[in-house]
């Protein structure tokens, strides 16, 4: 069974960090490129980074400069390490894992809300 289970959300002043973890089922963390998406509020969901089976990573403009993505094969965990945070991130942010069996497969979190507010 497929399972995303994401942790690490909360409520963090402007200009603080937080980092966001997702633990993966080991069965498709070796085979699938990671990534983070958000959704705020009457927003559609969107990129925020990826990272491949290889270590390559990809980021939004966004978060550009603030935001980095790892991942630990020892632990199937992909993590987002978030700094400088800003109101605009405030937003439910999802973990995917998107691999390659026959077709594409993209399977997701649940989601974990980051507020950014004084």
């Known amino acids: 069974q497929v399972q995303l289970v994401e942790s690490g959300g909360g409520l963090v002043q402007p200009g603080g960090s937080l980092r966001l973890s997702c633990a993966a089922s080991?069965?498709?963390?070796?085979?699938?490129?990671m990534g983070w998406y958000r959704q705020g509020p009457g927003k559609q969901r969107e990129l925020v980074a990826t990272i491949t089976t290889v270590g390559t990573t990809n980021y939004a403009d966004s978060g550009k400069g603030r935001f980095t993505i790892s991942r630990d094969s020892a632990k199937n965990t992909v993590y987002l390490q978030m700094n400088s945070l800003k109101p605009e991130d405030t937003a439910v942010y999802y973990c995917?894992?998107?691999?390659?069996?026959?077709?594409?497969?993209?399977?997701w979190g649940q989601g974990t809300q980051v507020t950014v507010s004084s």
């Open positions: 995917n894992a998107r691999m390659y069996d026959v077709f594409w497969r993209d399977y």
């Open positions: 080991r069965s498709i963390f070796s085979r699938s490129t």
